[in-house]
C-alpha cells in the first residue's frame, strides 16, 4: 500500500494509540500524560492538514479490506470527511488544552483522557469512513466512548444521565444498524459518493428506499438531537464542561448531522432524495427543532442547560440546510457544521470557566461576572452574538447563506424560520450578556478561586479566546480559500456536478 | 493602490475597532478618556480631504467587500465624524469615573459601527457595521445603571433587533432578487422584484426602528434621556441618520413610482412631524422633549422620503434635499443635546451668552434666518412644490410642512423652558465646554462650508433669504410663538386657581 | 505428521488428566502448564494445515468407519479447536493463580479439567454420533465434577441437579440414536446422509432427530429448559464458569447444529425449525430481563449465557428451506456468534472474579469505586460488553451483521426484532454493571488488588473478542475450504 493509503489509518491512529498509552499510565503522571495528548493531537492536526491540501488538489487518500463476508471496511478522505476531521482535530487541540486545566488535581484523569482521546478517534472514525457499514462501526464506539466522559463525577445525577444518553444512543444505533443492514440487503455495500446512488432507483425497490431513509435519519436523528429524540443533551449536562464542549461542538451531536448529510448527499443523492420526496419533509421537521429547541432555552436557569437547547436547535440548521435541495443552502448547512462548532465549544468553555472559577452555574448568579472575568465573558458574547447571527460573526455567514440558498430554491417560509430563531436566540442569550456586563456583582461569587495574574488558570483562559476569535476570523474572512466557506462551496460543487 | 484613501479608511474604521484593545490594561483609563475626541479625525480628514468617487476592494471580506464614497455617503459620513468627534471632546469633560472603562469600549464600537456603515457598499459588510452601532449602542444606553436606564435599554433592544431581523430578512430577499451583494444592486433589483413590496416593507420598517418612524420609535424618547449627554448627543443625531441612510441606499428610489409607499410614508411622516410634538410638549424633562423633537423633525425627513418614493422623476434632486436636512438636523440637535448638560457660569452677562448659544441652534432647527435650518427649510419647501410632483397627497404636503415647522419651534421652546428649571450652576469643565462650544460653532458657521448641494432650488448667497421667503419662514414661527405664550398664560392661571 | 497432530490432540490431554490425578494441587499446575504448551501448539498447528490443505476425514489407528472411530477434522471443526485451546489455556492459567491451592478437594481441579477439554475435542472432531455421544457425557461429567469443587452445599446442590439434566439430555439424546441406527445401520453421519440420498426418508426418523435435538438443547440451555445454568454457572469457581460458559455449552450445541445441517433439511419441519427459532428467540428476551434483574455479579452473566445462546438457535430456521448464499450466511453468523461469545464469556467472568475477588462481595451493588481503584479488570469486562451487547467493531457484532443479512435475505424479517431487542437488552444488564462501578463514594481505596497475571489473562480474551470482527472475514474464510471428501463411506 502507498502512502495515501496509509495516512487516513495514521489520523485514526493518532489518538487510538494516545488512549492506550494514557491508559496505561500511572494517575501521577501527569506531564508526561498532558505531553502525549497535546502531541498526539498536534501530530492528527498535522495529518489533517495534509490530507486537506492533497484533497484540494484532487488526490484520493483511501483504504479498504473485506471484515465481515460482503461487507468492506473503508477509511477514504474526501473533502466533506476532511472538514468534519479538520474540526475534530483542531477542536481537540483545544478542548485536550483545557481540560488539563480543568481537571487539575481531580480523580481519574488517566481513565477521562483516555476516553477522552477514544472518543477523537472514533469521530475521526466517523469522519473517515468511507461506506455506511465503517460508519456505523465507529458511530457505536463513539457512543461508548463518551459514556465513561458523561458519567465522569461518578454521582447519582451524572448516573442518571448517562443512563438517559445510553437508552437513547442504543436504541437510535439499533434502528440504524436495522436500516444499514437493509440497505445493505437491498442495495449491496454502497460506498459514499458524491451524487450518491440511487438517481436512477428501481421503481420496486422505492417503497423500501423511503422506509430505510425514515429509519436511518430516526437513528441518525438520535444523536443529532432532532426533534423529538433530543431528550438526553440536556441531561448531559452534569458532564465535565470539556466533555460537553466537544460533545456539543465536535463529537456526538455532530456525528449525527454528518451521518445525515452523508446519507443525503451520498448514498441516496440529493436529487434522488428530492425525487423520493423525502427532503420536504425532514426540512420542516429540522425548522421545528430549531424553533421548539430555542422556545424551550428560553426557560432554563441553568447556563449549560439553556446552552444545551441552543444546540439541539442549531444542529438543526445544518439538517435544513441539506434537506432545501439547492447548492447554496446545502453550503449554508454544511459550513454550519462547523460554524456551531467553534461557536458553541466557545460558550461552553466559558460556562466551563465561570463554573471552575467562580462556582457559576445558574444564569441568575452570572450578574457583574464580565468585571470579574473579562477575557472570558468576550469570549462568551462573541459566542452569542454568533449563535444570535450578528454580523460578521460565523453564524451570519451561515444564515446568510442559507437564506439565500432558501430563497434560490423557492423556500421563502425559511427566511421566517432563520429570522424566528434569531429572534429566539437574541432573547435568550442577551439577557445573559446584559447580566455579565451591566449588572453589579453580587456580594460574593458562589465559590471563587484565584490564579494568581490571570482571571483564571491559564490553561483555561486561552481555548476559549482562541475559539472566539476564530468565530471572528470565519466570519470575517469568509471569502479566504480554504475558510470553511470556501471548503463547504467546494464540498457541494462536488456533489451537485457529479 | 498609492492613493491616501485606502490608508484612510481603513485608519477610520480600524481604529476605533481596536480602540476597545486598551480597556486590557487598567493603566490605560486616563489614555482612552483623552483619546476619545481623537478616534473619528481619520474618518473626518477621508470626508474632508477626499473627493468621492474612490473605492476600495476587499475581496476577503465576508462574501466580497467593497466600500466607497459617492456624495451621499460622504455628507453623512462628514455629519457623522464631525458630531462624533464633538461629543468626544465633551465627553472627555462629561465622564465620571463610573465604569469609565466600560463606556470607551463601547464608544469605540459604535464609532467604528457609525462610521464603516456609511462607507460599506457591499450587504456584508454594511449589515455588520449596522449591527455592531445597534448592539454597541445598548452600552451606551444603559450605561448609568438605574432602573430606568434598563428598562429603557431592554425596548431598545428589543426593537433594535426586531428591526435588525426585518433589515435581515429584506436585504435576504433583495440580494437573492439582484443575484448581487452590492448595495447598489438592490434599488433596480427591488424595483423589478415579484416580492417589491414585502422587501420594501421590511426594509422600511427595519430601519425605521433606528430612524424613529411613528410607531416604531418608542425606544427613542426612552434611551435618550437616560443616555450620558454626549451618546444622546450622537444617538440623535448621527446614529438616527443611519437608519435614514440604510432608506436612501436600498429603496428604490428613482426606479420606478411607488405612489402606495409614498402615500404610506407621508401619513407617517405627518403623523411623527405633529403627534411627536403633541407628545414632546408634555415632557418635563429636557432631554424627552429633545427625543420627540427628532421624532418630529425625522417625520418631516420621512415625508420627504415619501414623496421620493412616489415620484420617481424627482427623487434625485429630493435625495439631495434630505441629505442636506440630514445633516443641518443633525448638527443642530446634536448642539442642543450637548447644551443640555452645561452648568450656567456666574455673572449675568454670561449667562446671556450662554442662553444665547443654547437657544440659537434651536431657532435654527425651527428656521431662523441666516442659519442652517432657514436653508434646509427653504430647500425642502422649493422641492416639495406641488406643481413639480406627481402623485396624489402632493397637495397635504406644503400645509404639512408649516405644521411641521410651527411643531418645532414649539418643541424648542418647550425644551428651553424646561431647561430653565433643570441646568445647573457652576463651572463647566474646560473640555465639556469646548466640546459644546465646538458643536454649536459647527453647526452655525462651519455648515456654510460644508459640502452640500442644493440642486439650484435656492438662490445664491444662500444664507441670505430673499424677501419673501423670510415671511414664509417667519410666520409658522410666529404662530408657534403666540402658542407658546398661550399656554404660558393658561398654565399660569390654572396655578392661580 | 498429522498423526502425531492427531495423537496429540485426543491423548495428551487423558494423558495428562491421569497423570494430574496422582499429584497434589500445585504440582497439577506445573504440569498443565507443560500440557497447555503441547496443547496450544498441536492445535495450531492442525489449524494451519487445514487452512493451507483443506479439511479431510481421519481414521483413528488406520481404521475407516463404519468400524474404527472416524474423525472429520474440517474448517470449522479445527476452528473451534483452536478456540477450546485459547480458552481453555487462558482458564487453566487463571485458575491457576485463582484457586486455593490449600484446599485438599482442588487437587482434583486438574484432571476435570483435562477430562473436560479430552471430550471437548472429541465432539468437535467426532464423526459418528456414537462417539460424539462418548464425548459429550466425558464432558458433562466432568463439567459437573468441576461444579461441585465449588465446595460449598449450593455448589453440591448445584452440580446435582446439572448432572440430572445432563443425564436427562443424554438419554435423549441416546434414544435418538439408537432410532437412528435402528433406520439406518450406521451411526456415521456422512453414513446416514448418503442413505438418506439414495433411499426415501423412513418413517420415525423426524423423531429421533427431534429427540436429538431436543436432549442436547436441554444440555445447551435452550429456553425453556435453561433452569440448571445459572445456579451452576453463578456458583462454580470464576475459571470454571468460564469454562463452562464458553466451551462446555457450545459442544452440546455444535452437535445439535451438525445434526441439523446435514439432516435438518430432509428429516425437519418448517414448524419445528420456527419453533426452535422461537425458543431461542424467547431464550435472548427472557434471559435478559433476567440479568437485568440479579442482584449478584455472576448471575447476571450466567443469564446473559442463557440470552447469547438463544441467538445460535436461530441457525435452525434461518437454514431451512432458504437460499444456498442465505443459509451460508446465517451459518457464519452463528459460527461467529459461537467464538465471539466464548471468547468474551470467559473474559466476561474471569474478569467477574477478579471484581468479587477484589471487593470480597458478589453483589453488583459492592462495585462502587471499582472503576477509580480497579479500572483494568472493570475494563477487561467492559469491552467482553461490548461483543455482547454485539456492538462494533466486535465479533459479537460480525455474528449480529450476518444473521441480520441472513434474516432480510430469507424474508423473515421477525428474527431482526429478536436481533435488535436482544442488543438492547443486553446493553441494559452490561451498563448496569457499569454504572455501578462508575459511581463514586468511597474517597479511599479498600479493595484487594488481585495479581497482574489475573488481570492480564481477561483482557486479552476480551481483546480478542473485540478484534474478531476485525478479522472474521479471515476467521470464516477458513471454514469455507474444500473438503476432502477421501474416506467417506
Avoid at chain 2, 472603562?101 to 464609532?111: A, M, N, P, Q
Avoid at chain 2, 422623476?313 to 443635546?337: D, M, N, Q, T
Avoid at chain 2, 418643541?411 to 463651572?427: A, D, F
Avoid at chain 3, 476480551?462 to 476467521?475: D, H, K, N, T
Wanted: hydrophobic share 55%; proline share 5%.
Amino acid at each position: 500500500m502507498t502512502l495515501t493509503a496509509w495516512i487516513p489509518l495514521f489520523a485514526l491512529m493518532t489518538s487510538m494509540i494516545a488512549s492506550v498509552v494514557i491508559f496505561a499510565l500511572p494517575e501521577k503522571g501527569y506531564r508526561l500524560r498532558t505531553g502525549v495528548n497535546l502531541g498526539a493531537a498536534l501530530v492528527k492536526l498535522a495529518l489533517v492538514v495534509v490530507m486537506v491540501w492533497g484533497v484540494f488538489r484532487g488526490v484520493d487518500y483511501g483504504l479498504s479490506f473485506t471484515m465481515v463476508p460482503g461487507v468492506t471496511f473503508v477509511l477514504r478522505a474526501d473533502a466533506f470527511s476532511l472538514m468534519f476531521a479538520g474540526l475534530s482535530s483542531v477542536l481537540w487541540l483545544l478542548t485536550t488544552i483545557y481540560a488539563v486545566g480543568y481537571l487539575e488535581d481531580s480523580p481519574n484523569r488517566s481513565r477521562f483522557f483516555g476516553f477522552f482521546s477514544l472518543c477523537v478517534a472514533s469521530t475521526m472514525g466517523i469522519a473517515l469512513a468511507g461506506n455506511l457499514f465503517t460508519f456505523f462501526l465507529f458511530y457505536e464506539m463513539l457512543t461508548l466512548s463518551t459514556y465513561p466522559l458523561v458519567v465522569h463525577r461518578g454521582t447519582e445525577k451524572a448516573l442518571k444521565a448517562g443512563r438517559t444518553y445510553v437508552i437513547y444512543t442504543l436504541t437510535g444505533g439499533a434502528v440504524l444498524l436495522l436500516a444499514i443492514a437493509w440497505l445493505h440487503g437491498v442495495a449491496g455495500d454502497l460506498p459514499f459518493r458524491e451524487g450518491g446512488h440511487f438517481t436512477d432507483a428501481d421503481p420496486d425497490i422505492q417503497g423500501s428506499l423511503i422506509l430505510i431513509f425514515i429509519l436511518l435519519v430516526a437513528g441518525l436523528g438520535v444523536k443529532a438531537a432532532i426533534f423529538p429524540l433530543h431528550g438526553w443533551l440536556p441531561q448531559a449536562m452534569v458532564a465535565p464542561a470539556p466533555v460537553s464542549a466537544l460533545l456539543h461542538a465536535v463529537a456526538v451531536v455532530k456525528a449525527g448531522a454528518f451521518g445525515i448529510v452523508r446519507v443525503v448527499h451520498d448514498i441516496y443523492g440529493v436529487e434522488a432524495s428530492a425525487a423520493l420526496g423525502l427532503l420536504a419533509p425532514l426540512a420542516w421537521l429540522a425548522a421545528f427543532t430549531i424553533l421548539y429547541a430555542s422556545v424551550r432555552a428560553l426557560w432554563q436557569r441553568d447556563l449549560k442547560r439553556r446552552l444545551a437547547f441552543s444546540t439541539v436547535s442549531q444542529v438543526s440548521y445544518i439538517i435544513l440546510g441539506i434537506s432545501l435541495f439547492g447548492p447554496v443552502a446545502a453550503v449554508g448547512g454544511l459550513v454550519h457544521l462547523l460554524h456551531q462548532g467553534i461557536m458553541k465549544i466557545t460558550l461552553f468553555f466559558c460556562a466551563g470557566n465561570y463554573a471552575e472559577t467562580l462556582g457559576i452555574h445558574r444564569i441568575d448568579e452570572m450578574d457583574g461576572a464580565g468585571r470579574r472575568m473579562p477575557g472570558t465573558s468576550l469570549a462568551f458574547t462573541i459566542g452569542a452574538f454568533g449563535m444570535i447571527g450578528a454580523p460578521p460573526l460565523a453564524g451570519f455567514i451561515t444564515k446568510w447563506t442559507m437564506g439565500s440558498g432558501a430563497l434560490a430554491a423557492n423556500m421563502d417560509w425559511v427566511i421566517a424560520v432563520l429570522v424566528a430563531s434569531s429572534l429566539l436566540n437574541a432573547a435568550y442569550f442577551l439577557p445573559v450578556l446584559h447580566r455579565l456586563w451591566f449588572r453589579e456583582p453580587a456580594a460574593g461569587w458562589p465559590h471563587e478561586r484565584r490564579w494568581g495574574r490571570l482571571e483564571t488558570s491559564a490553561w483555561l483562559f486561552w481555548p476559549p479566546l482562541l475559539t472566539a476569535v476564530m468565530t471572528v476570523m470565519v466570519g470575517v474572512l469568509a471569502s479566504l480559500p480554504f475558510s470553511p466557506l470556501s471548503w463547504a462551496e467546494l464540498i457541494v460543487l462536488r456533489e451537485y456536478s457529479s | 493602490m498609492m492613493s491616501a484613501e485606502p490608508v484612510l479608511v481603513l485608519l477610520a474604521v480600524g481604529v476605533p475597532l481596536l480602540y476597545p484593545a486598551m480597556a486590557l490594561r487598567s493603566a490605560w483609563q486616563r489614555a482612552m478618556r483623552f483619546a476619545l475626541p481623537l478616534l473619528p479625525v481619520p474618518a473626518l480628514m477621508l470626508a474632508v480631504a477626499t473627493d468621492p468617487g474612490w473605492q476600495l476592494e476587499l475581496p476577503w471580506l465576508l462574501n466580497g467587500g467593497l466600500w466607497a464614497m459617492d456624495e451621499l455617503r460622504r455628507l453623512f459620513l462628514l455629519l457623522t465624524a464631525l458630531l462624533w468627534t464633538v461629543a468626544g471632546i465633551y465627553a472627555v469633560g462629561y465622564l465620571a469615573a463610573h465604569h469609565l472603562r466600560r463606556f470607551c469600549v463601547f464608544w469605540g464600537l459604535t464609532l467604528a459601527g457609525n462610521l464603516g456603515l456609511t462607507v460599506a457598499v457591499d450587504i456584508g459588510s454594511f449589515y455588520s457595521f449596522f449591527a455592531l452601532m445597534t448592539f454597541a449602542g445598548y452600552g451606551l444606553v444603559v450605561h448609568e445603571g438605574t432602573g430606568e436606564a434598563s428598562y429603557a435599554g431592554r425596548v431598545y433592544l428589543v426593537m433594535a433587533v426586531l428591526g435588525e431581523m426585518a433589515i435581515l430578512a429584506g436585504l435576504l430577499l433583495a440580494s437573492a432578487a439582484a443575484d448581487s451583494q452590492l448595495l447598489t444592486d438592490l434599488p433596480q433589483a427591488i424595483a423589478g422584484s415579484s416580492r417589491r413590496d414585502l422587501i420594501i416593507g421590511l426594509l422600511i420598517a427595519g430601519f425605521g426602528v433606528k430612524a424613529g418612524l411613528p410607531l416604531l420609535h418608542f425606544w427613542l424618547p426612552l434611551a435618550h434621556p437616560v443616555a450620558p449627554t454626549p451618546a444622546s448627543a450622537v444617538l440623535s443625531g448621527a446614529m438616527i441618520k443611519a437608519g435614514l441612510l440604510g432608506w436612501l441606499v436600498t429603496l428604490p428610489f428613482g426606479e420606478t413610482a411607488l405612489p402606495g409607499w409614498g402615500a404610506v410614508m407621508i401619513v407617517a411622516g405627518a403623523l411623527g412631524s405633529i403627534g411627536a410634538a403633541v407628545l414632546g410638549v408634555c415632557q418635563r424633562r429636557p432631554k424627552a422633549v429633545l427625543a420627540y423633537s427628532s421624532v418630529s423633525q425625522m417625520g418631516l425627513i420621512v415625508l420627504m422620503v415619501g414623496a421620493a418614493l412616489a415620484d420617481h422623476g424627482r427623487a434625485p434632486v429630493l435625495l439631495s434635499i434630505i441629505a442636506l436636512y440630514a445633516l443641518h438636523h443633525g448638527l443642530a440637535k446634536g448642539s442642543l443635546f450637548l447644551s443640555a448638560g452645561v452648568s450656567l457660569p456666574a455673572g449675568a452677562a454670561r449667562r446671556a451668552a450662554v442662553w444665547l448659544l443654547i437657544t440659537v441652534p434651536g431657532l435654527s432647527l425651527a428656521g431662523l434666518p441666516f442659519t442652517s435650518g432657514a436653508l434646509a427649510k427653504l430647500a425642502m419647501k422649493e422641492s416639495l412644490l406641488e406643481e413639480q410632483l406627481e402623485f396624489a397627497l402632493a397637495g397635504y404636503l406644503s400645509p404639512l410642512m408649516t405644521a411641521g415647522a410651527v411643531a418645532t419651534l414649539l418643541l424648542v421652546l418647550r425644551y428651553l423652558w424646561t431647561l430653565t428649571g433643570n441646568l445647573e450652576s457652576g463651572r463647566n469643565p474646560p473640555m465639556l465646554a469646548a466640546g459644546w462650544l465646538a458643536a454649536v460653532v459647527v453647526s452655525l458657521v462651519a455648515f456654510w462650508w460644508m459640502p452640500w448641494n442644493v440642486e439650484g432650488l435656492v438662490k445664491p448667497p444662500v444664507w441670505l433669504p430673499a424677501a419673501y421667503q423670510v415671511w414664509a419662514l417667519a410666520w409658522p414661527m410666529l404662530i408657534a410663538v403666540a402658542l407658546a405664550l398661550l399656554a404660558l398664560v393658561a398654565s399660569r392661571l390654572v396655578k392661580q386657581r | 505428521m498429522t498423526l502425531w497432530l492427531m495423537a496429540g490432540l485426543l491423548f495428551t490431554p487423558l494423558a495428562w488428566a491421569v497423570l494430574t490425578l496422582l499429584m497434589n494441587f500445585a504440582w497439577g499446575r506445573l504440569v498443565t502448564w507443560g500440557g497447555i504448551v503441547v496443547q496450544v501448539l498441536v492445535s495450531l498447528g492442525l489449524w494451519l494445515i487445514v487452512s493451507r490443505d483443506g479439511g479431510f476425514y481421519y481414521g483413528l489407528g488406520g481404521w475407516q468407519a463404519p468400524l474404527g472411530i472416524e474423525l472429520r477434522v474440517d474448517g470449522l471443526a479445527v476452528t473451534f479447536v483452536l478456540l477450546t485451546a485459547v480458552v481453555a489455556s487462558a482458564c487453566g492459567l487463571h485458575a491457576g493463580v485463582y484457586i486455593d491451592p490449600d484446599k485438599p478437594w482442588h487437587r482434583y481441579f486438574w484432571p476435570l479439567f483435562w477430562f473436560l477439554w479430552a471430550g471437548l475435542n472429541a465432539v468437535w472432531l467426532g464423526g459418528d454420533l456414537f462417539n460424539l455421544y462418548v464425548g459429550l457425557e466425558l464432558i458433562s461429567l466432568s463439567a459437573v465434577g468441576l461444579v461441585a469443587l465449588g465446595g460449598k452445599a449450593g455448589a453440591l446442590r448445584a452440580s446435582i441437579r446439572y448432572l440430572l439434566a445432563a443425564l436427562l439430555g443424554s438419554l435423549a439424546y441416546l434414544l435418538g440414536v439408537a432410532l437412528i441406527y435402528g433406520q439406518f445401520g450406521t451411526l456415521s453421519i456422512a453414513g446416514v446422509v448418503f442413505r438418506l440420498e439414495e433411499h426415501a426418508v423412513p418413517a420415525g426418523s423426524g423423531l429421533a432427530l427431534a429427540l436429538m435435538v431436543t436432549g442436547l438443547a436441554l444440555k445447551t440451555a435452550l429456553f425453556p429448559l435453561h433452569r440448571w445454568l445459572p445456579p451452576a454457572h453463578g456458583i462454580a469457581k470464576s475459571p470454571v464458569s468460564a469454562l463452562l460458559s464458553a466451551l462446555v455449552v457450545k459442544a452440546s450445541f455444535y452437535i445439535a447444529a451438525r445434526l441439523w445441517l446435514e439432516l435438518g433439511e430432509p428429516l425437519g419441519s418448517l414448524a419445528a425449525a420456527q419453533l426452535v427459532g422461537l425458543l431461542g428467540s424467547a431464550a435472548v428476551v427472557w434471559g435478559s430481563w433476567l440479568a437485568c434483574r440479579q442482584l449478584e455479579l455472576k448471575q447476571v452473566v450466567a443469564y446473559s449465557s442463557v440470552a447469547q445462546i438463544g441467538y445460535l438457535f436461530l441457525l435452525f430456521p434461518l437454514t431451512y428451506s432458504v437460499s444456498e448464499s442465505v443459509s451460508l450466511q446465517a451459518q457464519q453468523g452463528v459460527t461467529l456468534q459461537v467464538i465471539s461469545h466464548a471468547l468474551a464469556k470467559a473474559a466476561m467472568f474471569l474478569a467477574a472474579g477478579n471484581l468479587i475477588l477484589a471487593t470480597g462481595s458478589a453483589r453488583v451493588d459492592a462495585l462502587t469505586g471499582v472503576s477509580r481503584f480497579l479500572p483494568f479488570s472493570l475494563f477487561s469486562f467492559g469491552l467482553a460488553g461490548v461483543s455482547l451487547m454485539s456492538l462494533p467493531p466486535s465479533g459479537g457484532f460480525a455474528a449480529k451483521w450476518l444473521l441480520l443479512q441472513a434474516s432480510l435475505g430469507s424474508g423473515q424479517w421477525w428474527w431482526l426484532l429478536v436481533l435488535l431487542a436482544g442488543g438492547l437488552l443486553s446493553a441494559a444488564y452490561v451498563f448496569r454493571i457499569y454504572r455501578a462501578s462508575f459511581l463514586e463514594s468511597l474517597e479511599t481505596d479498600e479493595f484487594y488488588h488481585p495479581p497482574r497475571s489475573l488481570e492480564v489473562i481477561p483482557m486479552v480474551l476480551a481483546l480478542m473478542a473485540i478484534g474478531l470482527g476485525l478479522v472474521s472475514a479471515e476467521v470464516l474464510s477458513v471454514m469455507a475450504l474444500p473438503f476432502e471428501e477421501e474416506g467417506s463411506p
